[in-house]
């Protein structure tokens, strides 16, 4: 089946220690985006790449950084996580063949921070 | 830019019951409005949707309605089951098309139903 997959789904660091969280697409979608979770809270969209276009939200913190390589992967790194970075992280892609901005969502990587 | 609502933020109820979820926005230019239903420990998926050129869609036991007038869209569960238990997120956007295609996402609603 088609889908988004994302590794780990458990992620555990040391403050400051850097981390880098991947998602894969078999969907063949061209957008692909990234998002912050935290406990009982919305969704919050960190950036997301239009094909190789990288688009940055203007509240996303520095510390978080993006690469996509190709068209079926991208990662997500946090250069030096905090506390305040414990979350869920969530990928997501849309694409063409989707009149409206559809997403399908990943399962999400759980970041602990110690 | 684009602000959802969503109320209420808790809602129980007993198995068999309906259960109704609503949202407001406040972009007229918003045509695009996702329900997503997130259990725990997961990611979010893609329940129903429904477009601005139709003022309801229904999909078995699930369906939502849409006021452009008003500016809100709801959610409605009938006959529910405790496997409806979940934390279900509304959103609105516009037809892709660079930042406005951005989903912005409500605060989320968690359905408890009690069997």
């Known amino acids: 089946d088609a889908m988004v997959i994302q590794n780990p789904r458990y992620q555990v660091t040391q403050f400051g220690k850097p981390v880098t969280l991947s998602c894969s697409q078999t969907l063949n979608h061209n957008v692909m985006y990234w998002y912050q979770q935290k406990s009982s809270q919305a969704p919050k969209l960190l950036f997301h790449y239009y094909d190789k276009d990288f688009n940055n939200e203007a509240d996303t913190p520095d510390n978080f950084q993006s690469r996509r390589p190709n068209t079926s992967f991208c990662f997500l790194d946090i250069r030096s996580p905090g506390l305040g970075d414990a979350a869920m992280y969530l990928c997501a892609t849309s694409g063409p063949g989707l009149q409206y901005n559809e997403q399908f969502f990943g399962p999400g990587t759980r970041l602990t921070v110690l | 830019g684009e602000n959802v609502e969503q109320h209420p933020s808790t809602l129980s109820v007993q198995e068999g019951d309906s259960a109704v979820i609503k949202c407001t926005y406040s972009?007229?230019?918003?045509?695009?409005f996702p329900w997503y239903k997130q259990e725990l420990g997961k990611g979010p998926q893609l329940i129903i949707d429904?477009?601005?050129?139709?003022g309801e869609k229904k999909d078995q036991r699930i369906a939502v309605t849409l006021n452009k007038t008003a500016k809100h869209f709801s959610l409605h569960i009938t006959e529910t089951q405790p496997e409806d238990s979940a934390v279900y997120f509304c959103?609105?956007?516009?037809?892709?098309?660079?930042?406005?295609?951005?989903?912005?996402f409500g605060k989320g609603t968690k359905l408890s139903v009690k069997p």
């Open positions: 972009d007229s230019a918003s045509n695009y």
């Open positions: 429904i477009r601005s050129n139709v």
């Open positions: 959103a609105a956007s516009q037809e892709y098309g660079g930042s406005q295609g951005n989903l912005i």
